[in-house]
């Protein structure tokens, strides 16, 4: 907060020069403490006979323009590529709410001379007494430390994080702890009355807690689940770095004298030399108010987006009586199965894809939970073929998946309960949650067959025979197993989007998408080669193998020979000739889904260039490609908007 000079200061606006020359100080020395106490912003009369002349104040002293613009700046460079409208909308949301909650607060302030500014010292027009400095300082720092949490927060699925406070869901902790939390907030609200009820020296620390308390009551009362859920890093963080920032660079205001506070308002106690307590404590309670109320947005959103039988659609841009009423939604209406499921979704997610999984924090709201939950899907109902102990049991799951989707493309009016019946009888409980939450209804059921259909490919392995007998057979197999898969995405794109397209434009799109799947699996096998010949399999066409000499059995012996390695670089030429032709697509994608979509796209791919370049490091048998490259791959294909 940039202070006025306070005390003597006052005197001098009060009394006059003269009077102030007798009663605030007594030497020359003095008054030009004086001067130093001013915000340097302009240029400052001198007081005493002497000192008549006009001292030009160097530039840099502009202090806002020194210490806080260039963070700002900064921020901002590093955040522009993962902005999105609403990430525009919480930071002008945010910076609002301070304005006109700060506002009032430091009028009365100044108002009642705990601190104050001489008009000759600011540069700029006031409101309600406050210079345009102070209140450019209430814009500059919840900017800053609202980007320093979206930064933070970008992959957070601030979903799973809700939970159903019903008696009988075991919560006893969370209510606990939200009741302690209150509790304690009401106690300091009480210590900071009596303080500005005795007021002389706690008066400032009183006021300070008086007026953020309340908000902050409010907010931990409303939000206090994700508060508590949300790793350390998206809310401790953002508060501490802010605050440890402010605090040296108000430390270094203090000591030159660039403001001070009014020395019968404050305790007198210092976190270190030239910090006072009061500034210290105000650093952090504002930087808490700015997190908790980005917090508070974020619950409303995701309360918003997890679950349509509370609020069926949601704009783009919920109006702030939509995210009010969200918020005050009662948690025991909160769907616990859906997000358990949400939750098993995202640490699949996490643990079998890093690629998509960093892609998925660049999509929003309810495309982003659909993305998981159908990547979910795909990857239970893969791993139940793969990972059978048999032949006899593999072609089962195949049988059963079939007649999940029958299930589920079935006209009767019961088919719901049959399809959550059939799927708590025959499927295993790890996979319950992902067939439970497939939106079926929103995704075309061909892709859906065929992607079953590619697992009868890979069964045909178990038969010691190799199905993929040339590029043909080749190109079916991916775009049964990942073609469909993105044609499926496309499809919730576009679902999920709020502007308009025809009806061609959408199917020219998707059927670029397949062939980009395509692309994508052919950069996958290149890369799975080693590990897919552990497992018996071989996905080289076999009309290849011929080509230099090699049989599939050649290949389980020895799956890293120059003959394979040869083929891997043809196979990856042809991902690449695939996914040139392929790409131009993107551009036609959705704006919300576009960038994002570049990402899941790129960040894969990169994974061939890396395989090309044959400079690559194995993690259990896989090319991987360096977290650092990857992130700058990230970061490049979301500049592209």
């Known amino acids: 907060m940039m202070k006025g000079c306070c005390g003597d200061v006052t005197k001098w606006t009060d009394r006059g020069p003269r009077e102030a020359s007798s009663a605030a100080f007594t030497s020359r020395s003095r008054a030009l403490d004086l001067c130093r106490q001013v915000p340097r912003l302009g240029t400052i009369h001198h007081v005493e006979g002497s000192m008549d002349r006009w001292l030009d104040i160097p530039e840099e002293n502009y202090f806002h323009l020194h210490y806080n613009l260039p963070p700002a700046l900064l921020l901002t460079i590093a955040y522009y590529p993962l902005c999105t409208k609403i990430d525009i909308y919480k930071i002008i949301f945010l910076i609002l709410i301070a304005v006109v909650s700060t506002t009032p607060w430091d009028s009365y302030l100044i108002h009642r001379r705990i601190w104050t500014y001489p008009p000759n010292a600011i540069v700029g027009p006031t409101l309600f007494k406050i210079p345009a400095e102070e209140i450019f300082f209430f814009v500059i720092q919840t900017y800053n430390t609202s980007i320093l949490y979206l930064l933070a927060s970008k992959p957070t699925l601030h979903t799973i994080y809700l939970s159903n406070e019903s008696p009988g869901h075991r919560n006893r902790k969370l209510r606990t702890r939200r009741w302690l939390g209150i509790s304690l907030l009401i106690a300091l609200i009480l210590f900071g009355i009596g303080l500005v009820i005795r007021g002389a020296e706690g008066l400032y620390l009183g006021l300070i807690i008086v007026w953020a308390g309340p908000f902050i009551l409010l907010l931990w009362s409303l939000s206090y689940q994700l508060l508590l859920g949300l790793p350390k890093s998206n809310t401790v963080l953002p508060i501490l770095l802010p605050t440890f920032y402010l605090w040296a660079v108000d430390t270094i205001a203090l000591r030159r004298g660039t403001w001070v506070i009014e020395s019968g308002t404050k305790l007198g106690v210092h976190l270190w030399a030239g910090l006072d307590?009061?500034?210290?404590?105000?650093?952090?309670?504002?930087?808490?108010?700015?997190?908790?109320?980005?917090?508070?947005?974020?619950?409303?959103?995701?309360?918003?987006?997890?679950?349509?039988?509370?609020?069926?659609?949601?704009?783009?841009?919920?109006?702030?009586?939509?995210?009010?009423?969200?918020?005050?939604?009662?948690?025991?209406?909160?769907?616990?199965?859906?997000?358990?499921?949400?939750?098993?979704?995202?640490?699949?997610?996490?643990?079998?894809?890093?690629?998509?999984?960093?892609?998925?924090?660049?999509?929003?709201?309810?495309?982003?939970?659909?993305?998981?939950?159908?990547?979910?899907?795909?990857?239970?109902?893969?791993?139940?073929?793969?990972?059978?102990?048999?032949?006899?049991?593999?072609?089962?799951?195949?049988?059963?998946?079939?007649?999940?989707?029958?299930?589920?493309?079935?006209?009767?009016?019961?088919?719901?309960?049959?399809?959550?019946?059939?799927?708590?009888?025959?499927?295993?409980?790890?996979?319950?949650?992902?067939?439970?939450?497939?939106?079926?209804?929103?995704?075309?059921p061909t892709p859906l067959y065929d992607l079953v259909k590619g697992f009868e490919t890979d069964l045909a392995f178990s038969d010691a025979t190799f199905p993929i007998q040339d590029e043909q057979t080749l190109q079916i197999y991916g775009s049964r197993v990942a073609g469909t898969v993105a044609e499926l995405c496309l499809e919730l794109a576009f679902y999920h989007s709020w502007e308009q397209t025809t009806d061609e434009q959408r199917r020219k799109i998707i059927q670029s998408g397949g062939w980009m799947g395509i692309a994508l699996q052919y950069v996958n096998i290149s890369r799975d080669i080693s590990v897919d010949a552990k497992n018996g399999r071989v996905y080289l066409p076999t009309n290849w193998l011929v080509s230099v000499d090699l049989r599939a059995e050649d290949v389980l012996q020895d799956p890293i020979g120059s003959g394979v390695e040869a083929l891997r670089q043809q196979l990856l030429d042809k991902a690449m000739g695939i996914y040139n032709e392929a790409k131009n697509a993107i551009e036609r994608l959705p704006s919300e889904s576009r960038a994002p979509m570049r990402v899941a796209v790129e960040s894969y791919v990169e994974i061939g260039r890396v395989l090309q370049e044959g400079r690559y490091k194995l993690k259990a048998g896989r090319a991987t490609v360096p977290i650092v490259r990857r992130l700058r791959v990230a970061w490049a294909a979301l500049r592209k908007g």
Not at 322 to 332: D, H
Request: aromatic share 14%; proline share 5%; glycine share 2%.
């Open 277 to 444: 307590l009061e500034e210290a404590f105000f650093f952090v309670v504002t930087n808490t108010l700015i997190v908790f109320g980005l917090v508070a947005f974020d619950n409303a959103l995701a309360i918003l987006d997890a679950f349509p039988n509370l609020f069926s659609t949601v704009p783009p841009l919920p109006s702030p009586l939509l995210l009010v009423k969200a918020l005050f939604v009662s948690t025991t209406r909160y769907d616990q199965n859906r997000i358990i499921g949400l939750e098993e979704a995202f640490r699949r997610l996490w643990r079998k894809s890093r690629s998509f999984y960093l892609a998925s924090g660049f999509f929003q709201g309810r495309l982003r939970l659909d993305l998981i939950i159908l990547y979910s899907f795909c990857r239970v109902a893969d791993d139940l073929v793969d990972e059978a102990s048999s032949g006899v049991e593999a072609r089962h799951w195949i049988s059963k998946l079939t007649e999940f989707l029958d299930i589920c493309y079935a006209t009767n009016p019961d088919k719901l309960q049959r399809r959550s019946d059939f799927i708590t009888h025959i499927f295993p409980a790890k996979t319950h949650s992902s067939l439970l939450l497939l939106p079926t209804e929103l995704l075309s």
